[in-house]
């Protein structure tokens, strides 16, 4: 019970960041151009098929198995996830927005999280879902969302670094040498 708490009420930090920590204006705004390609798209459309999937299996009380621990697991990685996810949103600052576009004034953001994973807000998103399907200790949500959310942002990754390398150029593919994509040593 205390589990099933625990998780709604981080689940819901998480997508209140969405509305909370957005800055009104430019960065706010949900209208993409060409350089999105739809992954602004993608990535709304996975949180409400997680989120859908959650109440299904909730309900059918399907996919479910008991592990010492692993829900515990589950909530220390969603914890780590929502606070990399407010770590790296407070580092870009005004520059963080909902979809992919640059700002006049923009810059490559290096400092913080970026120091290591150029895009840490996108890897907080997957440990929060992965965590989500852990703590609950359910097995098909916990693989839906790493498949499902690694696509999507393996997409929006491609997407986004081919418009920062058209944007900054030789500058982007210096940090691009020097940083990992998503996860350090792996990608």
Same mark, same amino acid.
């Given at each position: !019970? ?5 998780? *709604?009420?981080? %689940? ?6 969405? &509305?909370?920590? $957005? ?23 996975? /949180? ?11 309900? %059918?009380?399907?996919?479910? &198995? ?19 996810? /407010? ?9 963080? #927005? $909902?979809?992919?576009?640059? !700002? ?13 994973? $150029?895009?840490?807000?996108?890897? #907080?998103?997957? /440990? ?9 200790? *359910? ?9 499902? &959310? ?12 081919? !418009?920062?390398?058209?944007? &900054? ?11 990992? $994509?998503?996860?350090? /040593?792996?990608?």
């Amino acid at each position: !019970m205390i589990t099933t708490i625990l998780v *709604n009420l981080l %689940l819901i930090g998480f997508l209140l960041t969405e &509305f909370i920590s $957005r800055k009104k204006g430019e960065s706010g705004s949900l209208a993409a151009d060409e350089s999105d390609k739809g992954s602004t798209r993608l990535v709304v459309l996975s /949180f409400g098929l997680a989120i859908l999937l959650l109440i299904v299996l909730s309900i %059918l009380k399907f996919g479910f &198995f008991a592990l010492p621990y692993v829900d515990s697991l589950g909530l220390v990685v969603m914890a780590l996830g929502l606070s990399l996810r /407010f770590w790296s949103m407070s580092v870009l600052g005004r520059f963080y #927005s $909902r979809t992919l576009r640059t !700002m006049t004034e923009q810059r490559i953001i290096t400092t913080g999280p970026y120091q290591l994973v $150029r895009h840490p807000g996108y890897l #907080s998103s997957i /440990f929060i879902w992965i965590g989500t399907g852990l703590a609950i200790e *359910n097995w098909i949500m916990a693989i839906f969302c790493l498949i499902i &959310f690694s696509l999507v942002y393996g997409y929006r990754i491609a997407a986004e670094e081919k !418009m920062l390398v058209t944007i &900054f150029g030789k500058e982007y593919e210096q940090y691009q040498k020097k940083s990992w $994509r998503l996860l350090p /040593f792996l990608f």
